[in-house]
DNA sequence: CAGGCTGCCCGCCAAA
DNA sequence: TCTTTGGCGGGCAGCC
């Protein structure tokens, strides 16, 4: 996302009573707190109230001050969050008719939890790949037939219609819209300030038994992940890292599984892509020199995988960076 | 870009 | 008996 030149993207969350807080937070703090002293660019963040005043948390706190609703037609990013209402229940229509609106004219729609629901009533789903709390996914494919759901995954993007899972997803989300917007580096940056891991594939599934990273949990495989992490220029077999985490292989990729949601090889893959994504950002180095600093055995791999990962080609990626800088 | 080769992934099952 | 482990083999993704 381009920001006009001289005013940060502006980011509205459009809350509908009764909001739940951990998601009307969320954006705020990914997005709205000032973080210019590490090198972040800012947003402007706005709370509008799309089922009137007072706005009402799940836990009966009244918000008022919103902004207009009229912010809806000037914001570059909407984000709806989850709310409390049943689940067939629809917003009004002139809100609905806000959002289709946005969405017409290229706004990034953004759905947390159970907002998908508000995406799927102004159709803005239809057609579309989307998710939504896994609680939720079976009434959302019910209410609306059309919409072709992921029901294990963290967050799904289909154009510009990004929609996420349960509550904590929710930061997985933005950071990946802060990486989308302003690259990796920004988006670790960030992940560091709220102490969190930097990055969680949009298609890890749901249901992880584990923290990938834990200081009480699988002590070798965290610390195999971290070494592998800083050594992804060498040869890596799931046999390798198993010999270094002191496991067999099919125990050591049972656990893998079970601790990160993806298989070590895809895993690993994502890590030398998120390297070579830095790397791009940050220097002038070839992409021929990149791949092989990322591990990757020719230019050709890293292409193909950073392709299929990021959506777009090395090169494309490095001119967006070097143009905003 | 086709096709073969290698290694990954995971269901299955027996052993601990 | 119940749980965890780890070896095996088929299907297939990734690589050359």
């Not at 920001?3 to 969350?13: N, S």
């Not at 998908?116 to 959302?140: E, P, Q, S």
């Amino acid at each position: 996302m381009t920001a006009i030149a001289g005013r940060p993207p502006l980011v509205a969350v459009l809350a509908f009573s009764p909001v739940t807080m951990f998601e009307l937070s969320v954006p705020f703090e990914v997005f709205g707190t000032d973080r210019i002293d590490m090198g972040v660019p800012s947003y402007d963040v706005r709370l509008v109230a799309g089922s009137g005043e007072p706005l009402v948390t799940r836990f009966g706190f009244q918000l008022t001050h919103t902004a207009p609703m009229s912010t809806l037609r000037r914001a570059d990013t909407i984000i709806v969050p989850g709310w409390g209402l049943p689940r067939d229940t629809r917003p009004d229509e002139h809100v609905l008719d806000e959002l289709r609106r946005a969405h017409r004219r290229g706004a990034r729609i953004v759905s947390f939890c159970s907002g998908a629901f508000v995406l799927a009533a102004a159709g803005l789903l239809d057609g579309r790949c989307a998710t939504t709390h896994w609680m939720y996914t079976d009434d959302l494919a019910r209410l609306y037939p059309d919409v072709e759901m992921h029901g294990s995954v963290l967050y799904v993007q289909d154009g510009n219609v990004w929609t996420s899972a349960g509550t904590a997803a929710a930061i997985d989300l933005c950071l990946h819209l802060v990486r989308a917007d302003h690259g990796a580096e920004v988006a670790n940056i960030v992940a560091r300030r709220m102490v969190i891991p930097p990055h969680r594939e949009g298609g890890q599934a749901q249901y992880v038994e584990s923290p990938m990273v834990t200081s009480c949990g699988d002590e070798s495989l965290a610390a195999t992940l971290t070494w592998a992490t800083a050594h992804l220029d060498e040869d890596h077999t799931v046999e390798s890292l198993a010999r270094r985490a002191r496991q067999s292989p099919r125990t050591f990729a049972r656990r893998f599984r079970a601790a990160t949601g993806t298989t070590p090889l895809q895993w690993l893959l994502g890590q030398r892509v998120i390297h070579a994504q830095r790397m791009l950002e940050t220097t002038d180095v070839s992409v021929e020199q990149i791949a092989g600093s990322c591990g990757f055995s020719t230019a050709s791999a890293l292409r193909e995988h950073f392709l299929r990962r990021t959506g777009v080609s090395p090169q494309a990626y490095r001119q967006t960076f070097r143009q905003s800088a």
